[in-house]
């Protein structure tokens, strides 16, 4: 069964900083990995997503995220942190090939700026 | 109304009340699911329907009932309920049928307290 580990529960970063977040897989085969971002008394935003192809992903509000297959990572990334990025992330990967219907989530990452 | 929204934002509720949450999609996809997520635990899948058919129920207890009139509305029907059950019940909507590849979009999530 798949599985997602997001190491850090709460990261503090100062406003401007650049900001990377952790996110480990397990899934035998090649996953769907997904960054959702959840502000507080909201439900969740995609972020970005990983299907197939280039490693290096693009998203909204300026993230990135690599897929590091040989590392089973998918680390979200932002080289400039603004205030309003304050927020819980969370990952998730999706099965292709087992059936399973919905997506597995990691339990999230706080992340709190300091101006 | 555009995405996916949810009705009532908070309830409460006494543990011999009926009462039901209510989510609707304005995307045209084809899959709902409904996820709880409690404090400082995983996104938990608990239903899944695709095409108006359940295809995915995992595990819940029968004090949980959903209810998929049409690919638009999807209801939860809660009776009997027990304070563990307070949590931030979250639906979502995907292009589907569903899928673990599918991108989920979700609502704002109903704010569930159990007395």
């Known amino acids: 069964a798949q599985s997602v580990t997001q190491p850090d529960i709460h990261i503090t970063v100062s406003e401007g900083a650049s900001l990377e977040l952790r996110c480990n897989y397990s899934y035998g085969a090649t996953p769907y990995l997904f960054w959702y971002v959840q502000s507080p008394g909201q439900g969740l935003q995609l972020l970005l997503k990983?299907?197939?192809?280039?490693?290096l992903v693009q998203g909204i509000k300026g993230f990135e995220a690599e897929f590091k297959r040989s590392q089973s990572s998918f680390n979200l990334r932002k080289p400039s942190v603004h205030w309003s990025d304050a927020a819980e992330y969370f990952c998730?990967?999706?099965?292709?090939?087992?059936?399973?219907?919905?997506?597995?989530f990691g339990s999230g990452t706080r992340l709190q700026v300091q101006p | 109304e555009t995405g996916v929204t949810q009705t009532p934002r908070h309830l409460v509720m006494g543990m011999t009340n009926k009462k039901s949450l209510k989510c609707e999609q304005h995307l045209g996809h084809n899959a709902m699911y409904w996820y709880k997520q409690s404090a400082k635990k995983p996104l938990e899948l608990m239903f899944v329907?695709?095409?108006?058919?359940?295809?995915e129920n995992n595990s819940v207890p029968s004090r949980f009932s959903p209810e998929c009139p049409n690919s638009s509305h999807l209801f939860l029907h809660l009776h009997t309920l027990q304070p563990e059950d307070s949590a931030l019940y979250l639906c979502?909507?995907?292009?589907?049928?569903?899928?673990?590849?599918?991108?989920?979009?979700f609502g704002p999530g109903t704010r569930l307290t159990v007395l």
């Open positions: 990983y299907f197939s192809g280039d490693t």
């Open positions: 998730a990967v999706g099965a292709g090939d087992t059936g399973r219907r919905a997506l597995t």
């Open positions: 329907y695709s095409l108006e058919e359940r295809v």
């Open positions: 979502a909507s995907s292009q589907g049928p569903a899928g673990g590849t599918d991108t989920q979009y």
